[in-house]
């Protein structure tokens, strides 16, 4: 018998900046809108246990959509956007993700991302602290320096296999060989978008001097980071955490920087203390 997911996929067009894009997003569930943002050069396909998780989405709308430029969502389709080259900004994406929100009609969402999805997280309680119930950054931190690389896109190589092999060893070594096998080939597919958005992650985004503008008890930030992350290691997370007023860290055992897609389970249990935190937060 043929078993079909409960996840349903959708388009929305939208206008950030002057561009129109239209977006592919993936969700399941009722509740309390949970928005996940995968990590660079990568698509939503991260998210999918997630958002299969019956746990989860029983109390939870998990939404999970792919960046222009990224898995089913196109680049500007106003724009010769071939013309110039791709480097995404803090203010663009920021506006993006605040401009999506709002077309979906999302009520206090909680926002994730990892990676560079976590960095932009902690810009989202820095600019918009009333938009968002919480945010739960995973593997950031307030600066991230070296890596918008050219060689991401050398002509001497293959930018996919060089793009997803640079992930390997940042995925803990007792992860499951199918769950980072699959993650490496997420990152095969998305060598193109990659170095722009290592832009965003390398040279935009430096919060250093302002974590103290963030407040913690008016917008929740739980921060988490696998203890086999080298890219962002935990005391890298954790010193940003102490800098923000009200903000928290968790390190997460036994996984890397990929944990919601390297080792699932794993990484729900981590996310639950994350959902349990806030929830504390904004009880009191």
């Not at 746990?55 to 898995?71: F, M, N, Q, S």
């Not at 979906?104 to 989202?124: K, T």
Request: hydrophobic residues 40%.
């Amino acid at each position: 018998m043929a078993r079909i997911s409960p996840v349903t996929g959708r388009y929305v067009t939208l206008d950030v900046d002057g561009c129109e894009y239209k977006v592919f997003y993936n969700s399941n569930g009722a509740g309390q809108p949970l928005v996940c943002q995968h990590t660079a050069g990568c698509h939503n396909h991260q998210w999918r246990d997630l958002l299969e998780d019956e746990e989860i989405t029983k109390d939870h709308l998990v939404i999970a959509y792919d960046l222009p430029r990224h898995g089913k969502s196109d680049p500007p389709l106003n724009k010769e956007w071939w013309k110039e080259e791709y480097k995404l900004t803090a203010d663009h994406y920021v506006n993006f993700i605040v401009a999506l929100c709002d077309a979906l009609e999302l009520e206090d969402p909680i926002f994730m991302g990892s990676s560079f999805g976590g960095n932009v997280a902690l810009q989202l309680a820095l600019r918009h602290p009333d938009r968002f119930k919480a945010v739960i950054p995973v593997e950031a931190a307030a600066h991230a320096p070296g890596f918008y690389l050219d060689w991401w896109r050398h002509p001497h190589a293959n930018a996919s296999q060089v793009c997803a092999s640079g992930v390997w060893d940042l995925m803990a070594p007792m992860s499951p060989d199918k769950d980072r096998w699959l993650t490496w080939f997420y990152y095969s597919q998305g060598a193109e978008a990659f170095k722009g958005d290592l832009h965003f992650y390398s040279v935009d985004h430096d919060l250093r001097g302002k974590l103290g503008q963030i407040d913690g008890r008016r917008c929740p930030v739980v921060m988490l980071t696998g203890t086999y992350d080298y890219l962002t290691p935990p005391e890298a997370t954790k010193e940003t955490a102490d800098q923000i007023p009200g903000g928290s860290f968790i390190a997460m055992e036994d996984i890397g920087h990929f944990p919601m897609s390297e080792n699932y389970p794993v990484f729900k249990a981590y996310l639950a203390q994350a959902l349990e935190r806030i929830a504390s937060q904004l009880t009191r």
